[in-house]
């Protein structure tokens, strides 16, 4: 029996059975984790097929998407992304797209949260790499991009991009914003210089034909939440993800006022 958020969720939102892509997107899968990782992969392959990254995009960029598809991505190379998630997905064959940084890498953790996390090394992306996963730009040291000037983005992307692919000898052509944070002249700096083919943001949301490559909608998903928890925010998203733009608006005439 559906829960009755889900059951709204379903009544209000926007169908799924229409072709289009969602991508989504996890930090780390705890150990601890696992179990719900996996009841989030059984309750979504029921609802879409999954798909690689960039072949997802591609076949929707040429209007030939003919079911719902969804597309798995990591942020910031977690090791546990290597130890807990690449074992199930490799069973299911699952390929995934891993947003990496870097000096997070060559340092072995993250450093910009209040309580870093274990990254994996080149030898440990490799693997995914030879499981088919792709590797993707998340910044040479994960940066609010919103915050810097244009030669510092550049070179954010710029020096991630040439280290990742000096070091792992795959091209890197999908970018995705550190904490999610973007705005429009971080998009047109980066859709100029040419050093990736798509951005993804952390704006969630269906795509179908006819989308911007550099405004890619990703969808967060959180393991303390359930299947039905996840599945009811993401049509409700669908459906009133405009009401976001409205609170950032209200905020900002707040301040100015």
């Avoid at 059984?42 to 609802?47: P, V």
């Avoid at 940084?101 to 060559?106: F, I, K, L, N, R």
């Avoid at 959180?222 to 905020?251: C, F, G, V």
């Amino acid at each position: 029996m559906l829960s009755p958020a889900l059951f709204l969720a379903r009544s209000i939102g926007k169908p799924w059975k229409t072709p289009h892509v969602r991508i989504i997107y996890f930090h780390g899968v705890p150990r601890e984790s696992l179990n719900r990782f996996v009841a989030i992969l059984d309750h979504f392959g029921q609802m879409f097929h999954f798909s690689p990254y960039s072949v997802a995009l591609d076949l929707l960029a040429e209007g030939r998407i003919n079911r719902p598809t969804m597309v798995l991505t990591f942020d910031d190379a977690d090791q546990t992304v290597h130890d807990n998630a690449l074992p199930v997905l490799a069973d299911r064959a699952i390929k995934a797209c891993i947003f990496a940084v870097a000096d997070y890498v060559e340092k072995g953790t993250t450093y910009r949260e209040k309580q870093p996390r274990a990254v994996m090394n080149w030898p440990a992306l490799e693997k995914c790499l030879a499981s088919g996963w792709e590797i993707g730009n998340h910044t040479y040291s994960h940066p609010n991009l919103t915050q810097c000037s244009e030669d510092a983005v550049l070179h954010q992307l710029e020096r991630n991009k040439k280290c990742i692919e000096t070091q792992l000898k795959c091209p890197v052509v999908h970018f995705a914003y550190p904490y999610g944070q973007f705005n429009t002249r971080t998009i047109n700096i980066i859709r100029k210089s040419g050093l990736c083919a798509t951005q993804a943001t952390t704006q969630r949301g269906q795509m179908r034909t006819g989308f911007d490559s550099h405004f890619l909608r990703r969808d967060r998903i959180d393991l303390h939440r359930t299947p039905e928890q996840i599945e009811a925010l993401m049509r409700l998203a669908d459906r009133l993800y405009w009401m976001r733009h409205l609170r950032r608006l209200a905020k900002l005439a707040t301040r100015r006022s």
